[in-house]
C-alpha cells in the first residue's frame, strides 16, 4: 500500500527526531542519516493501518536499527586504525536535536558521546531515551522489549558508568569564537608557554584520521605534551600543505556545543579541532581529520555565514 501524503507528513515531522536519537546513538551523522532512512522504508513497506501509535512505531524501529549498527560497530572499532571519534556536527545542524535542556546539550558533546561509548548498546539506547529525550521508563521498556524495571535498572548502571565524565562549560558562539582566538593566537607563536596557560595540567589530545590522513596514534596526555603536539601541528610545512591540498584557512566555530577550529581547504573541511573548555582552562583537543566523517560538517559550512578566517596556517 503506496503511502499517503498524511501518512508522509507524519513521517516527516518525526525525521529530526529520529535523526537526533540516532545521532546520540551512533556517534556518525551519515549512519544516523541511513537508519532514519531504512526506517522510513520499513514504514513505507508496513501495514500501518494496524499501528495503533506511529511515533512509538516509529521511535521503536529506529532504536532497534542502532541497536544492530551499534553491535557491529564494536567490531568496527577495534580494527579502526588510530583513535575513533565521533563524527562532528556543526552547531544549527538539526541532528543535533534539541537544546532545552543541559542534558539535551551536553549530550552532543564529543566527550559525552565518547564516554557512552563504555556503555553496552542496550545501555546507550535506554541512557539516551530516558535522559535526553524524557521517555518514561514504561515506552523504553515497549521498545526495547525489556521489563520497566529491566529498563529502570539499566538507566541507573548507564547513569554509574559514566558518572566520572567531566562537566563543562557551556558555550556560545562569541564565547567560542574568543577561546579559538586565544588558543590559534598562542599556537601561532610556536612556543609552548602561551599554551600551558590555557591548558589544564590533565589536558588531553586526541587525533581520528581513520587511516585515510596521518594523526597521532595515541592519546596525548598532560599539560607540557598537549602544548608540544599542538607547537608541533601549527609549524609550517610544505608537507602539511601539500597533504591538505592547499593553505588552509582557520575559522572558528561551534561544534557539538564545543568552541572548535574549522581548516578550510577551497571550500572543504580537511580538520576540526574541538577544545573542551572548562572554567579551568582548555582540558581536551579532540582533532577530526578523517574525510570520511568530514562531509556534512563541509556542507553545513559553506552553506552558512561563516565570515572572515582567523588566520592561514602553514
Known amino acids: 500500500m503506496s503511502l499517503r501524503s498524511q501518512e508522509v507528513d507524519l513521517f516527516e515531522a518525526s525525521r529530526a527526531r529520529l535523526g537526533a536519537i540516532a545521532y546520540r546513538l551512533l556517534g556518525s551523522a551519515s549512519e544516523a542519516e541511513d537508519a532514519v532512512q531504512e526506517t522510513f522504508l520499513r514504514w513505507d513497506a508496513a501495514d500501518r493501518d494496524q499501528i495503533e501509535v506511529p511515533e512509538a512505531w516509529l521511535t521503536k524501529v529506529l532504536t532497534n536499527l542502532c541497536l544492530t549498527q551499534l553491535t557491529s560497530a564494536r567490531a568496527r572499532r577495534e580494527a579502526y586504525v588510530g583513535e575513533w571519534l565521533p563524527e562532528p556536527v556543526l552547531d544549527g545542524d538539526p541532528m543535533l536535536g534539541p537544546a532545552d535542556t543541559a542534558e539535551q546539550r551536553e549530550s552532543v558533546s564529543l566527550a559525552m558521546l565518547l564516554l557512552m561509548e563504555r556503555l553496552s548498546p542496550n545501555e546507550r539506547a535506554v541512557y539516551v531515551l530516558r535522559e535526553v529525550f524524557a521517555y518514561p521508563h514504561a515506552e523504553i521498556a515497549e521498545i526495547l522489549d525489556v521489563t520497566e524495571a529491566g529498563s529502570q535498572q539499566t538507566y541507573h548502571r ?10 563543562r562549560a557551556e558555550i556560545d558562539p562569541a564565547a567560542a569564537r574568543r577561546v579559538v582566538e586565544e588558543f590559534l593566537a598562542a599556537a601561532a607563536t610556536g612556543q609552548t608557554e602561551p599554551l600551558l596557560k590555557l591548558l589544564t595540567d590533565d589536558a588531553i589530545s586526541i587525533g581520528d584520521g581513520g587511516g585515510k590522513v596521518p594523526a597521532r596514534a595515541k592519546v596525548v596526555v598532560g599539560a607540557l605534551e598537549v602544548a608540544k603536539f599542538i607547537r608541533g601541528l601549527f609549524k609550517p610545512s610544505a608537507g602539511k600543505r601539500d597533504m591538505l591540498g592547499g593553505r588552509p584557512a582557520v575559522y572558528a566555530a561551534v561544534v557539538n556545543g564545543e568552541a572548535a577550529a574549522l581548516a578550510v581547504v577551497d571550500g572543504r573541511v580537511v580538520g576540526v579541532m574541538s577544545l573542551e573548555w572548562t572554567p579551568e ?10 574525510p570520511d566523517k568530514l562531509d556534512r560538517i563541509t556542507r553545513r559550512w559553506t552553506a552558512s555565514d561563516h565570515g572572515e578566517p582567523l588566520l592561514h596556517a602553514w
Do not use: E, W
Open 158 to 167: 548507564a547513569k554509574r558508568h559514566i558518572a566520572d565524565g567531566r562537566s
Open 281 to 290: 582552562g582548555i582540558s581536551g583537543v579532540r582533532n577530526q581529520v578523517n
